[in-house]
């Protein structure tokens, strides 16, 4: 027996190259490992490349297993792409952790303060420390927001930031994430694939858990409910399942226990804010806002949106909903910002900034803009105010037209645009393409209040850059995620005491099932296209298996009848089908190839198929992993040719099909909670399963002619009651 190069190759680092002028995580300039991974590196030489390789593929099959997916949006359609993450983790001192915390600590409270000011007594503006058209003519600036005091004084309740690492390993702040932050449900997921991926070295390396801060961040939104009320309704406001970050609002909802909703799930009713349930309407105490503030209200901000509630803004000014982060948050997030913050910070806090932003100018300042055009080649030009699909201009990329053309849109609007250094972003080992290499890098870390204080996430997630050569890094061109890990002492010290979560006593008379109505609908039509495609796919197998093994000389046998049970009337023509009575051989295989492979045909396998998938997507909170992944499974293989009925694939398909429909029935039988969810979902499986019926054997029995035994036959194989019949009556077939 022999064994490949790469099964016994130990691993080598005389090929890790990290580019010159970079701060590197793994080595330092010596070529010595750094401090942080000498802890972990000695398990991971452990396992080898190949032991490595074996964990990249469990990891990248447990991301498709699991779903886990983000949206990228390509011209004007919008695909589903499966989330990408590297083996290798980002390895962290909790001292290091401790001091980015501590800087972070000073910047949330810093764009409180100016949040406080903006939509308040705009002292700041009248007093020249910041320019008045960075926030009245930011879009992101909600003037029905004005004069609104948030509780506790805090606008923002989930705090992001995008870190980078200098080339003397100090960090800078890339950009600060206020409006509606995501990131926090992809860091738990990409914990609990590293739990799954590399146990052993996850335990030796005494990493900090998560989930202390999960249960503060739950208890934390908790405590936003108005008039202090016990056993808040706290409910996750997402866009929908079209959002880049869909999948992370689910996971939110379903591991924290709060209903996912849409804005067509709510409705403003004296002054307060109601969910639409079967039961009828639920008071809404506590939004996490994952939908962007100026989208939120119809009414008062933006007129065109289909994905806000008329008059939210009204109930949050009235006290009778807390919306996490407030609304107006996103005037916080301007790019020019960051040239304002250290005098700012001194201003307000009496504090130099303890971790500084990345170099910015506001060319709406004359000398400012005089040294943005004097270095334009070198610097990245962006908008003064954040707004989707508007690209950043980097400066070494541009030729001569291209500048030109730049300046003279900075001199018509200079207050619009601003500049910013290009950052020396640090790089960290990747395993790529069975070699370690590496990868420039950002880290997103998290806050959120807990009394007093802010505490930091202890974790957070990284994101790679998609290339070796590439500085920039962005999840929608194709970026790596990290999972990051703050090694520990074994023994616990105070500080890591104080992580253990607390136990929060619930009113359990107060729990009421709160099931929307949109889901409810939602959940009876994926029971419906589940029991309608298993249907069609049991059919579709009596079917081909007749035709490939007809009974006797006639290969029509029985089939003819059977088939115009699928097929309505006014389906004939467009069969290029006259009469069933018409089809001959050719014309039955073309049919059921159509059937069961045609994409655009309505009511076909595979379109049935992509109709479970989609809906399934919509209640997938409501829906176990095993469930899911079971849905997941029913993929489509390519399709092949027009007359495939007899090919050996459409057979497996449709086994496969039935097989695990079957295996999803089982689930929701016995693992789903009997909750209004499911009494829904049986409701439209049941529903659908009496309408097949009796279609079926109205429009198959209607007419006499032929061979009856024959087409009783075919009716108990498609209803899968053969055994039955035969336990009773033998093999005798008769209609009565």
Known sequence: ??????????????????????????????????????????????????????????????????????????????????????????????????????????????????????????????EGHYPVSLVLGNPGFLRPCH???????????????????????????????????????YSLENRALSSRVLPELLRKTHVRRLQPFISKFHESYAQLAPHGKPDPTIVVLTPGPANETYFEHSYLARNLGYPLVEGADLTVRDKKLY??????????????????????????????????????????????????????????????????????????????????????????????????????????????????????????????????????????????????????????????????????????VFMIPHGDDWIIMPGGLGRIAPQTDLVNVSMQNGGLSKDIWLTQERDKGPESQRDEPRVQRVNATTLRPQLPSRLADNLCWLGRYAERTEHLARIMRVLVGAVIEPEGNDPLNGLGKLLQAMISAEDFPRLKIDRPTEWDFSATIEVLSSLIWDPKMPGSLVDNIEQIQRTATTVRERLSDDAMQIIRKLSIPQTPGKDSALDEKSFGFLEVTIDRLSAFSGVVLENMTRGHGWVFLEIGRRLERAINITTMLRTSLSQQSGDLAALLDHLLACLDCTLTYRRQFLNTIELE
Not at 17 to 42: N, V
Not at 74 to 92: A, C, I, K, N, Y
């Open 275 to 444: 969910m639409k349930t079967i039961e009828g309407l639920q008071k809404i105490d506590v939004i996490i806002r994952r939908l962007d503030g100026s989208w939120c209200d119809p009414l008062e901000l933006r007129s065109e949106s289909l994905l806000g509630v008329p008059g939210l803004v009204n109930v949050m000014r009235e006290g009778n909903v807390a919306i996490a982060n407030s609304l107006g948050t996103g005037v916080l997030e301007s790019p020019a910002l960051p040239a304002f913050l250290p005098n700012l910070s001194q201003h307000i806090l009496g504090e130099e900034l303890k971790m500084p932003s990345v170099a910015t100018w506001w060319c709406g300042q004359s000398r400012e803009r005089a040294y943005v055009f004097e270095n334009i080649s070198r610097l990245v030009i962006k908008r003064a105010y954040r707004q989707h699909g508007r690209d950043s201009f980097f400066g070494p990329h541009l030729n001569s037209a291209e500048i030109d053309s730049l300046k003279n849109q900075i001199v018509e609007n200079p207050e619009l645009w601003c500049a910013q250094e290009i950052v020396s972003r640090a790089t960290t080992p990747v395993f790529q393409n069975g070699q370690i290499t590496p990868r420039h890098f950002l880290v997103r």
């Open 147 to 185: 004069q609104y005091k948030p509780k506790n004084g805090n606008w923002i309740h989930l705090y992001a930031a995008d870190l980078a690492r200098a080339p003397d390993g100090s960090w800078w702040v890339l950009s600060d994430r206020l409006e509606a932050p995501s990131g926090i449900g």
């Open 1 to 126: 027996m022999t064994t490949s190069p790469l099964a016994s190759s130990a691993i080598d680092l005389s090929a890790y190259s990290p580019p010159s002028g970079y701060y590197d995580e793994l080595i330092d300039t010596f070529g010595e490992k750094r401090p942080t991974w000498q802890k972990a590196w000695p398990e991971l030489e452990n396992l080898t490349l190949d032991g490595i390789a074996h964990r990249d593929h469990l990891l990248q099959r447990l991301i498709q297993e699991n779903g886990i997916t983000y949206n990228v949006y390509s011209g004007s359609e919008d695909s589903s792409r499966l989330w990408t993450m590297d083996t290798l983790p980002m390895v962290f001192e909790n001292s290091e952790w401790s001091m980015i915390a501590d800087a972070m600590r000073q910047r949330v409270r810093l764009l409180n303060a100016l949040a406080h000011d903006f939509y308040g007594p705009k002292k700041l503006l009248s």
